[in-house]
């Protein structure tokens, strides 16, 4: 009987061991339940991964790019009859420029962002003050002759051509029309800018191929692009340059690469035919003006001097 007493309460102990032993997680079990209530690792939050990005943007804090849409409101720009607006284009293309320039952490400012008029006083003001900051102006072309076409990057002084010379390197290595090459040209905004500053035309809006490029979106996104990739490798420019390999990719990421310097062409003096009429109809208004002011005078001048030789031959004959 004894016997039979202790064998219930060892049965009784076991059956009380055993199936808490079974209650026992395993190891394994035990240590995800553990990471779980711990929660992620802290590369993997949603808070690190907003932070990433911003200390990429910590690195150009200090770069602003002044975008300057040309034209606006009342002035369509281009030349009268033109079908396609310039100003609606040059818009376009500065608002997904911005866009572009924004996601890589750039300070955009924009002297215009919506279709109104703002002086080319106005313009320049806000490109200067801002001490450390570019200064980028989008424009189309067109000309009366509808087969002119291709790219042109305009600067004015020297320390502008880097900048020149790696837009016009990117734009016109992109897009499918001619190079036309950078040009100097006085031209009011980059004259009298104090930042490095270039003016882009993107094409003749007044050519029927280039005009269907300019209204498609995606052409559009593609200067954009272009232009940014320009401004982003601007420090990158040498004499000597890797050659390029144009990628079709839509990535917005901007990697430097090296740049050559583009030779110029030195117009600061001379009239390009090709160029809108309605850029320079004021002053080619005046230069006319002044030279019919010139022929004017010249001619009473010597209208005079005539009168004058005539009373002088008088008055000897008179006096013989």
């Known amino acids: 009987m004894r016997k039979y007493f202790i064998m ?16 026992l997680p395993a190891p394994s079990s035990l240590s995800a339940r553990e990471h779980r209530a711990a929660g992620p690792p802290p590369a993997a939050t949603p808070a690190a991964r907003v932070r990433a990005p911003a200390a990429r943007e910590g690195v150009r804090q200090s770069t602003t790019v002044v975008i300057d849409a040309g034209h606006g409101g009342f002035d369509r720009g281009g030349i009268p009859r033109q079908r ?21 952490g750039y300070r955009v400012v924009m002297t215009r962002d919506s279709d109104v008029f703002i002086p080319l006083g106005t313009r320049v003001a806000i490109a200067n003050s801002y001490r450390d900051a570019i200064f980028v102006c989008i424009h189309f072309n067109a000309t009366p002759r509808s087969g002119a076409s291709g790219i042109e990057t305009y600067f004015y002084s020297s320390q502008s051509l880097p900048l020149a010379s790696a837009i016009h390197y990117y734009v016109a290595g992109g897009a499918p029309s001619a190079n036309r090459g950078v040009r ?18 993107c094409g003749f809006l007044t050519n029927p191929t280039e005009a269907a490029y300019a209204q498609s979106s995606t052409y559009r996104q593609k200067l954009a692009m272009e232009i940014a ?7 990158s420019v040498a004499l000597a340059g890797a050659n390029r390999i144009v990628s079709n990719s839509s990535d917005s990421s901007l990697e430097p690469e090296t740049v050559p310097l583009q030779p110029f062409i030195d ?7 090709d160029l809108s009429r309605s850029k320079h109809k004021h002053s ?8 019919k002011s010139k022929h004017k005078k010249s ?21 013989d």
């Not at 005046?286 to 030279?291: D, E, L, N, T, Y």
């Open 8 to 23: 219930v309460c060892l049965l009784v102990a076991l059956g009380g061991i055993i199936p808490n032993a079974r209650a």
């Open 84 to 104: 396609v607006p310039e100003s609606m284009m040059n818009l376009d293309v500065a608002q997904r420029l911005k866009a572009v320039l924004q996601a890589s």
């Open 184 to 201: 100097r040209r006085g031209f009011f905004v980059l004259r009298r800018t104090t930042i490095p500053s270039v003016l882009v035309e």
């Open 229 to 235: 990739h320009g401004i982003q490798n601007r420090s």
């Open 267 to 273: 117009q600061t003096h001379y009239h390009d035919p």
């Open 284 to 291: 080619s208004g005046s230069s006319k003006s002044s030279s």
């Open 299 to 319: 001619s009473e001048t010597a209208s005079s001097s005539k009168s004058s030789t005539r009373k002088k031959k008088s008055a000897a004959q008179a006096e």
